[in-house]
């Protein structure tokens, strides 16, 4: 495509190629970088940037308040602190966000009757689609002059996404290609965009890197910890999802979990608030109960155990895979994570007039 964004242009879609040579002349290497006043500044903006992906109101702001190298170099760094972290969680929110910012920007480009677009710029072809989106939708497969698409691409894209519109048996399919809605391009670019992003994630960051981000990285860590606790609240086991109720029931039963059921139950239990010896005081109810072994096990998911790395509660896509998605019920079909439906449950149990303890125990699988 005979094209080349302006710097502005780059800025607000930093996840692109261009965008990352555009400031390799910009600042110095990273680790001198980070030494340096313009490092700290930086980091600043980078934190700024994580936070806001982690935050539950997001507010995007197409107009910038500093240097297109700045708000590119600002993506890096982030991505950069989030892969010293090494928290898959937020990986996620990470991506979620450039995602989402990424299509905020694609719709606010020309702006509307009340609001200037940030890109003055902007020139738009036939189908109201300006060159920046274009280009973006080349480098991520995606055709915005098409209304269809090829299954493969369609499937992959579409598989985290529960809106009904989106399933296959509500889209005509014909000759290995799935008819879309012109309206919907951008919303699958958004997907694909997050699938690409987070695939990248995490980056292979020198240690001496990660030691010089320590001290942000550890204080995100804590503050993200504090709002998932904040936000769970004290644990509600009728609020578990019917696939970590079987676990539970299983246990209880006295049957011996799979390697997967151990490592689902244990970091779903360990995000919604169970602390180390708890965690541990659930499986003394199975048979094969090893004191020693559990604990190791379980500060190791739980990133006590030296790694320093936590893992992620499965989504409810691995979950089907491994066979642990059992006994789905209405709510299933709302979530694609265990986690959302505990947050959707919690919170409807809470709810005045409410029976709490709704959920039967589920048998054991
Ligand atoms: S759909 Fe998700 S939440 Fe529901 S049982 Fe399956 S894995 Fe669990």
Known sequence: MDYSPSAKELSHFPFLKKAQDHIKKSFPPLDKLLKEEKGVFLTGLAVRRINQ????????????????????????????????????????????????RAYYFLNAETGSESEKGWNENAVLDDEQNSRIANYIAAEFRIDLSRDRMPLADYVEIVSVLHEERFKLVNRRVQKGFVAIRKEELLELLRERIRVILRRDLPYRVPKTICQELAPVAESIKKGYQEQMLQQFGSIEENAFPPCMQALISALTAGTNLTHAGRFALTTFVHTVGMDVPAIAQLYSRSPDFDSEKTMYQVEHITGRGGSGTEYTAPACAAMRTTGLCVNRDQLCERVNHPLSYYKVKKKDTGKPGTKKGGVPPAKPT
């Open 53 to 100: 992906a982690l935050a539950s109101k997001k507010t995007i702001a197409a107009h910038f308040q500093h240097r297109d190298d700045e708000e590119i170099a600002s993506y890096v760094l982030a991505r950069i602190i989030i892969s010293c972290i090494q928290d898959k969680q937020l990986y996620d929110r990470l991506t979620r966000y450039e995602a989402e």
